[in-house]
């Protein structure tokens, strides 16, 4: 059982700066999928970057040019960088895995907000 566990979240002014942390117990392969995911109240939980198996990466258009996904294979840990940040960025931000014949696995969230 793979577990994922998000940290960096918090509370920060319009225009600023966050990174997300996921730390997986379990090696990340390249063959993983590793994406960031965020849910806002009253709203449906929506991909906003995604390192593909094949090493692609992916981006919502809210996002582009603003955040960034990086991997740290030696630490088994998935970022985050977040800057420019806006009101609407304010979410519960979850870290995504998917794995060849296994699943998908899913960290408990962090809490991104953004206000001044």
């Known amino acids: 059982q793979v577990q994922l566990v998000e940290s960096g979240g918090g509370l920060v002014q319009p225009g600023g700066s966050l990174r997300l942390s996921c730390a997986a117990s379990?090696?990340?392969?390249?063959?993983?999928?590793m994406s960031w995911y965020r849910q806002a109240p009253g709203k449906e939980r929506e991909l906003v970057a995604q390192?593909?198996?094949?090493?692609?990466?992916k981006y919502a258009e809210s996002v582009k040019g603003r955040f960034t996904i990086a991997s740290d294979n030696e630490k088994n840990t998935l970022y985050l960088q977040m800057n420019s940040l806006k009101p609407e960025d304010t979410a519960v931000y979850y870290c995504?895995?998917?794995?060849w014949g296994r699943g998908q696995y899913w960290g408990q969230g962090t809490q991104v907000t953004v206000s001044s």
């Open positions: 390192r593909t198996g094949g090493g692609a990466i």
């Open positions: 995504n895995m998917w794995r």
């Open positions: 379990t090696t990340i392969f390249s063959t993983d999928s």
